[in-house]
């Protein structure tokens, strides 16, 4: 048990039984149409496809407490005249017990107060664009419970920046309005120049005892979400009706009379559609709570499906909770959101290039249809010279965003495809004809091909690539050389050109066979240069002015993490041995013991300690902090040198529930059961406090460097090959898994330094 709750892994779930958490703690519901997150006290955002111009619910940011407003159910218990909420916030009124169940697509929360246990369950199902708010309440006192139910949901007006620079117009072009006849509250959004106006419903399984259209009649003037004015002693509802504009929210009370030990369970729902026939539809779908039940069921069947791609067992509880629940999960909502919206994230950015890229890699094995289409939709925003974006908008007229130019953006998509096809085995994927974003066509095959021709032809002076403004590190952009050289970039040019040239052999096409090879070579060389190699590690980047940075000799920013890693994953010539000097002077250097640090030392200021401060202060992000993702490249390097002990202590020091224990969850503050970006590191004060949970890349890479290098099942384009690097600690695992239509059982043995294994196929 920790201090704000534990896991329940038969459930697949987190419980939070203590409200007062340090920060929210939130889950994702959605369809990959109709999205929410959802905090442990109910705070959330609603949205649909595209969070910056289909944005539903409100939801203030830098307000305190950080999850504002939200999904409300509100309990006025008539008999005792209290106000409650299952959720605790925002009423904030003392509870009997509580727990909030966050699970795949779900949140459920439990709680009682005098008598009265009221089970409220969030979701958003498979096939429907409707949000299920489930609901039963149960008399365990020896008194006649009298409840009403109110729940609250508070509407925004649907594009972000427009609300925010002239809500005091928009405000006047929509109407709310009771529908006594479908027993819905319609939403009518017609705001002139809006690229989508939605038909929006709120519905209820029961006979209302009353509603609000208007925020202002239920909170009232001088009112707040903690004490609603309508829920005020001697108050009711007043069936308030918003035809000619104002604040929206959707409020609907149900009367509730139950004798003791009695149960009622209703059910509300919101719908969103086109057009209204669908919304209604929708409406009437779901007006009975058994309706509204067999939707939250139908959420339960479709996570538990994926999540049975790939379990494991390596007698670790704390990793096998992570890696059969908590990472797939994380991953899929990584590769549906990349890193647009969250507590932290605004929802303005859209889907990165090559964030979006690298979060297809792991759900290439446990939704690989899922990883295809967003492939797609990259490779639909690329350049026909072979470019890549910034950004693109796949469900927003915004389309594509260019700047800021991150020179990496194409190298990663082999990796992907690659994998993908490495676990379906359909090569016909290399031919599919795909667009480029003015419409022109070519091949799986060309859009990559084109685009490492692209970094390629963009070489400095030493003949490695060119940084413009960052390369993955995006802070590398506070040095303003655009011509700068990156190490990084050139070694996972190697690594590139090595899976395309397995591709490209395949397809029998020599000229790119010779291509590949001659790219190989000739960057191996630089890399090994004294250019690039420090003497004990690889350096960073090589500035146009002829200085270089994460060099021995620089006073801050000496050893950078990611070129020692990736020295070794792209692992040629000489590699081997420097890889292994490269990775040990990260060890001695970077490991903080609660991960590995992306610099050291951190900048005080730029370019000299001397400077003015520039970017993040010493220690946080990209700027020393122990950045989650780029550890678990380290841990893939560590696999390849064989070291299993180093790489399961990198692998479970980063794991959400090992550093909220370790620095303690008011200090770590964020949620056990997801990965941060970046924890923040040892040079600073604040050594400890996680960073932005959820949306980072670290779920995907975390979920193959357990699977293809720590546990060692790599799927290669003919087959599944076994190599394991387990650590001395685990002496046996098994892991199924699903390759190709068959199911496997893997067994590994690790005794006396031996690593074996038996594979077999289940029924
Ligand atoms: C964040 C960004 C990612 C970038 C990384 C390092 O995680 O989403 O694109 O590569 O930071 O700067």
């Known amino acids: 048990m920790q201090q704000y709750g534990y896991f329940d892994d038969a459930a697949a779930s987190y419980v ?30 609603l949205w649909h ?40 916030a925002p009423s904030c009124t003392a509870l009997d017990s509580f727990a909030c169940r966050h699970r795949p697509g779900v949140t459920e929360f439990v709680a009682s107060k005098d008598g009265v246990e009221v089970r409220f369950t969030l979701g958003i199902p498979p096939t429907d664009d409707v949000l299920l708010w489930q609901v039963s309440v149960r008399n365990t006192g020896t008194f006649t419970a009298d409840i009403q139910l109110v729940n609250f949901m508070e509407f925004g007006l649907l594009e972000f920046m427009r609300e925010a620079l002239g809500w005091c117009y928009l405000k006047n072009q929509f109407e709310l309005r009771y529908d006594p006849e479908l027993g819905a509250i319609r939403y009518n959004y017609h705001v002139f120049e809006a690229p989508f106006s939605p ?30 004015s309508a829920l005020r002693p001697g108050a009711e509802l007043s069936n308030s009706d918003l035809p000619l504009g104002g604040h929206a929210c959707a409020v609907q009370g149900v009367n509730v009379r139950l004798a003791p030990g009695a149960e009622k369970a209703l059910g ?60 797939p999960y994380n991953c899929m909502v990584a590769l549906d ?91 016909s994927l290399l031919e599919e004809q795909l667009p480029y974003r003015d419409g022109s066509q070519g091949s799986v095959y060309e859009h990559i091909l084109k685009g490492l021709v692209y970094i390629y032809e963009r070489r400095g002076p030493t003949g490695l690539p060119t940084l413009y403004h960052a390369d993955w590190n995006d802070s590398l952009a506070l040095f303003g050389d655009e011509h700068a050289e990156s190490v990084m970039l050139g070694m996972q040019m190697v690594y590139s050109c090595k899976l395309f040239l397995d591709v ?111 970017g993040s202060n010493p220690g946080i992000g990209e700027n020393g902090g122990i950045f989650s993702h780029a550890n678990t490249w380290a841990i893939m390097a560590e696999c390849l040198l ?25 200090h770590y503050e964020r949620e056990p059961y997801v990965f941060v970006s970046s924890i923040i590191g040892p040079v600073s004060d604040r050594f400890g406090e996680g960073g932005i949970s959820w949306l980072t890349g670290t779920a995907n890479w975390m979920h193959i460097a357990m699977l293809q290098y720590i546990l060692g099942i790599h799927p290669t384009l003919d087959r599944l090959e076994i190599k394991p690097c387990l650590p001395q600690s685990v002496t046996a695992a098994r892991v199924k898994r699903t390759y190709r239509g068959k199911t496997y059982q893997i067994d590994l043995q690790h005794r006396n330094g031996q690593q074996s294994h038996t594979c077999r196929e289940t029924a």
């Open 642 to 666: 064989g070291n299993g002990d180093r790489a399961w202590k990198y692998f479970r020091q980063i794991l959400p529930q090992v550093v909220s224990e370790r620095f303690g969850a008011d």
């Open 504 to 614: 490209a052999r395949r397809c029998q096409r020599s000229a790119d066979v010779a291509w590949c090879e001659r790219v190989i070579a000739e960057l191996t060389t630089i890399l090994n240069s004294d250019k690039v190699w420090d003497g004990r590690w690889y350096r960073r980047l090589l500035f146009s002015n002829g200085k270089v940075l994460g060099s021995a000799a620089n006073r801050q920013g000496r050893i950078y993490l990611n070129p020692q890693s990736w020295a070794v994953l792209s692992g040629v010539g000489d590699f081997e041995n420097r890889g292994r000097m490269a990775m040990q002077a990260a060890a001695e250097m970077l490991d903080s013991d609660a991960g590995l640090r992306i610099l050291m030392p951190p900048f005080k200021g730029i370019p000299e300690p001397e400077d003015p401060p520039l």
């Open 337 to 427: 959101l990349a890193r647009t919206i969250s507590t932290d994230h605004m929802g303005t950015d859209g889907l990165r290039y090559r964030d979006t890229t690298q979060d297809a890699m792991a759900v290439a094995n446990l939704d690989p249809a899922f990883a295809l289409q967003r492939m797609r939709q990259v490779f639909a925003s690329q350049t026909p010279d072979g470019g890549g974006c910034f950004a693109f908008f796949p469900d927003d007229p915004r389309a594509i965003r260019d700047t800021p130019q991150r020179c990496d953006n194409t190298v990663w998509q082999i990796y992907t495809i690659h994998n993908l096809i490495a676990e379906t085995g359909d090569m």
């Open 199 to 228: 038909a929006m419903l709120i519905g209820c399984s029961e006979q209302l005892s009353g509603w609000e259209c208007s925020r202002e009649a239920f909170i009232g003037k001088s009112g707040s979400y903690e004490s609603p």
């Open 49 to 88: 496809m595209e969070p910056y111009s289909r944005r539903i619910t409100r939801y203030h940011y830098t307000a305190a407490p950080g999850d504002r407003p939200g999904f409300y159910l509100y309990v006025r218990d008539r008999r005792t005249g209290t106000v409650w909420n299952p959720h605790f």
């Open 268 to 327: 509300f729902t919101f719908a969103l559609a086109d057009k209204w026939p669908q919304a209604e539809a929708l409406i009437r779908k779901y007006q009975s709570a058994t309706a509204v039940a067999a939707g939250i069921a139908a959420i339960d069947a479709f996570w538990r499906e994926r999540l049975q791609a790939t379990t494991v067992a390596t007698g670790d509880a704390v990793v096998d909770r992570m890696v059969n629940i908590w990472i």
């Open 16 to 45: 939070v039984t203590t409200p007062q958490t340090p920060r929210p703690w939130i889950n994702y519901l959605g369809n990959r149409r109709l999205r929410a997150f959802v905090s442990h006290n109910a705070g959330g955002l």
